[in-house]
C-alpha cells in the first residue's frame, strides 16, 4: 500500500513532537524527529558559537532519510525545511502558537535570553511558514494553531482523515 510523507515544520516549541508522535501511532505512519537523528549519527559539520549548538549537516540528513522517504509513509519533524527535496512530502504543515503560549513553553525548556527572544521572533515573522511556502508547492502547505489541547485533537483528526483520502486516492 502507498503511504504519504508528512512533513511537521514550524518555531522550537510549537508542538511538532507532540503531534507527530500522537499521529504516527493513531496512522501507523513511521515518526522521525531530524534533531534526534542527527544527534543519534552525530550528522553535524561544527558548532554555532552564538547559539551554542552544533550546526546540522543537511546534506548527510537527506542521505540519511533518502531510502525511507522514497519507500513513504513517514512523517518528519524539523524546525527547518528548505533542505529536504522537495519530491520528498505530499503535504506540508507549519504548525503555530501564540507568542505568549510559545514563550511560556520555551521558558519551562529553560531557554536564555537570546533564545526565547530569537525563537519568538521567527515565530512573530512567520519565518518556518516563509521558508516552506518558498520551498514548497503553496497548495500542499498548511498551517495549523497549535495552542492548546483541543488543537491537537482537531489537528490529528484532520490529518487522519487526510491521509485516508490520500491512501484511496493512490491505490488501484
Ligand atoms: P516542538 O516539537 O515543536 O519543539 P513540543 O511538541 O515539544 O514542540 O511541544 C512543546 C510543549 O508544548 C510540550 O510541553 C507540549 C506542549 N504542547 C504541544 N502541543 C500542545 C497543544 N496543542 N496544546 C497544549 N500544549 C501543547
Redesign the pocket.
Known sequence: MLLPNIL?T????????????ELASRSGLKYI?VGDLAQEGQLYDGYDEEYDCPILDEDRVVDELENQMSEGGVIV?Y?GCDFFPERWFHIVFV?Q?DNS?LYK?LE??GYNEKKLKDNIQCEIFQVLYEEALASYKEEIVHQLP???????ED?INQILKWIEQWVKDHSS
Open positions: 511537521l514550524g518555531t522550537p516549541g510549537v508542538g511538532k513532537t507532540t503531534l507527530g508522535k524527529n519533524d524546525h504548525l502558537a503560549v513553553r519551562t525548556r497549535s495552542n492548546k489541547p483541543e488543537d491537537l489537528n
